[in-house]
């Protein structure tokens, strides 16, 4: 499917808000602890740099390192969720992206997918399917310090994730099939 000159790929995906990152953390536990595929998750939160507190990551071996003032919960998902990254965007500052939404947002950036006010995120976000004022909605939840946590996967792993994020207290569900919003 093209979507405004850019190859889309739609998934099926359930996105929740979390208030603070012990309960994005508390989520990602409750996934690690079931059959889902911890490839299928992604994790996106703000991280501070302020002139007190050094942050930066880098990579020994096959793993990375991370250190700041949230570097101990970013350090755990990292070994478990497939892909890391740290950017700094416009409007936002530094966010820490974990699991596969890392490829979808580099990969709308090279596409040059950015467009009608989107950030990378939104413009990551969007490439695989979520509607732009979906996006708005956790671009603005990430801007005041909260967590969006991502699952995808095939309608029964979607119906799994769903009530996994649904019976971990987070501020919004919402769910995504390949064909649009349900």
Known sequence: MQREGTIMKQLNSV?????????????????????FDMKNL???????????HVIGFYNVGDRMKLWGK???????FMG?????ALFLIPGFGHIMVLGPL??????????????????ALGAG???????????????????VDQFVVVAHGSLVELGTAKRILEGT??????????????
Not at 42 to 52: C, L
Not at 169 to 181: F, I, K, M, R, T
């Open 15 to 35: 996105v929740a808000v979390y208030a603070t990152h012990s309960q994005a953390e508390a989520a990602l536990r409750a996934f690690q602890a079931s059959d």
């Open 42 to 52: 992604s994790i996106v939160g703000k991280d501070y740099q302020t002139e007190e």
């Open 70 to 76: 949230r570097g101990a919960f970013w350090g755990t």
């Open 80 to 84: 478990m969720l497939f892909g890391s």
């Open 102 to 119: 890392v490829g979808w947002m580099v990969a709308a950036l090279g596409e040059g997918a950015v467009l009608g006010g989107l950030s």
């Open 125 to 143: 976000l969007y490439g695989i399917g979520i509607p732009k004022d979906s996006i708005l909605r956790y671009e603005t939840a990430l801007k």
């Open 169 to 182: 207290a987070p501020l919004s569900v919402d769910e995504y099939q390949a064909s649009g919003a349900v």
